[in-house]
């Protein structure tokens, strides 16, 4: 358990030191990210250890947003100025991507593999 | 006896032990409910624990700074939990070999909609370009999208709430949109939950086929390093 936070505190930190390095605006862990995901590409293996260490946090993901959605009671004033275009943009805008994205993949993929995948 | 309560007050509003308490037990309380109702989307443990958090700090005039110094050790863990999705990625990797051209385009086109229509959007309803970033990554798996948010100058914990409403819409509205469009193959409907609502959508997608949860998941890890890497070149075009 140890050596598996040792090497995801270690992915972040190298991410976070590529973000500084190279000035990019990407997310630190996003890099850390990519960063373990190459190493798996590379070892061609999820190491037992860590795979259990990765589900127990990933388990507990939700509890970790709280603190930061709490912070939504500093802009309760201006949520309620612009609640409408804000629900507006979310509703449409989320309707829109399932469209997008659902009607393109089965455009692109055809009709045999519906078949197959439905029988399966 | 009066003193005594008040000095256990004093210790306790002090102490960043009370608020990290308060944020765990909330937490619990409300996912607990979430399960004990079958998993009703719009019970989101997350979003009720936040609602309830929200209204004690207003009651007790206790304003976001002091709660923070406690839920901070909560709030660090998101780094770690980012970098540990690589491994479901790395899972889903057998599903991306099906198919790859077509799930990258329509990945991408999914990607690109979901932040441009959330932008373009509010931008009409005369949204400052502060809360137009803070809302643009709004598809995204939460903590990546904070991140986005941060990295852009937006406000990360807006985003973070916007990301959980957005993740409920598409969970709960996504397949009756499927339906009527007649999408009725499974990795086209896995690929749109995934895209557009992360992983509540993924949460309803494992309803749907063990095929739809495969993409769902594929598309939720996927979509957060596109937007990651595409919505910084976005917006310095966008805002010049």
């Given amino acids: 358990m140890l050596e598996s936070l040792a090497l995801l505190l270690f992915c972040q930190l190298t991410g976070e030191l590529i973000v500084l390095f190279l000035n990019i605006p990407v997310p630190g862990p996003v890099v850390g990210m990519i960063v373990l995901f190459c190493g798996l590409i590379i070892v061609g293996k999820i190491p037992e250890k860590l795979s259990d260490t990765a589900s127990g946090l990933l388990e507990q993901l939700s509890l970790l947003f709280v603190p930061a959605g709490v912070g939504v009671m500093t802009h309760l004033t201006l949520l309620g100025k612009q609640w409408l275009p804000l629900t507006a943009s979310l509703v449409i805008s989320t309707l829109l991507t399932i469209a997008v994205t659902g009607l393109l993949m089965q455009y692109l993929t055809g009709k045999e593999n519906q078949k197959e995948v439905n029988n399966g | ?240």
């Avoid at chain 2, 309380?29 to 004990?36: F, G, H, M, T, V």
């Avoid at chain 2, 690109?112 to 959330?118: E, G, I």
């Avoid at chain 2, 390093?225 to 910084?232: D, G, K, S």
């Fill in chain 2, 1 to 240: 006896m009066d003193d005594r309560v008040s000095v256990m007050w004093v210790y306790l509003s002090a102490s960043p032990l009370l608020h990290l308490t308060l944020t765990v037990c909330f937490f619990v309380c409300a996912r607990w409910l979430y399960r004990k109702s079958g998993g009703r989307s719009w019970l989101n443990p997350v979003l009720l624990s936040v609602l309830c958090i929200v209204a004690v700090l207003i009651l007790t005039e206790t304003s976001y700074d002091v709660y923070f110094e406690g839920a901070q050790f909560v709030h660090f863990m998101l780094g770690p939990a980012t970098v540990a999705l690589a491994i479901p990625l790395y899972r889903q990797l057998s599903s991306l070999k099906r198919h790859p051209i077509a799930l990258m385009v329509s990945l991408l086109a999914g990607s690109l909609t979901a932040a441009l229509s959330a932008i373009l959007i509010a931008k009409i309803g005369g949204v400052s370009n502060q809360i137009l970033i803070s809302i643009a990554p709004k598809s995204v798996t939460t903590p990546v999208a904070m991140g986005i948010s941060e990295q852009l100058g937006g406000l990360p914990s807006l985003t973070a709430v916007v990301v959980i409403l957005t993740g409920i819409l598409g969970a709960s509205l996504g397949p009756l949109l499927l339906d009527k469009l007649a999408v009725t193959n499974e990795m086209a409907k896995g690929l749109a939950m995934g895209t557009a609502s992360h992983g509540i959508g993924t949460g309803r997608a494992i309803y749907m086929s063990d095929v739809a949860a495969a993409f769902s998941g594929l598309a939720m890890g996927l979509n957060g390093l596109v937007t990651a890497i595409l919505l910084p070149i976005i917006w310095r075009w966008l805002t010049g």
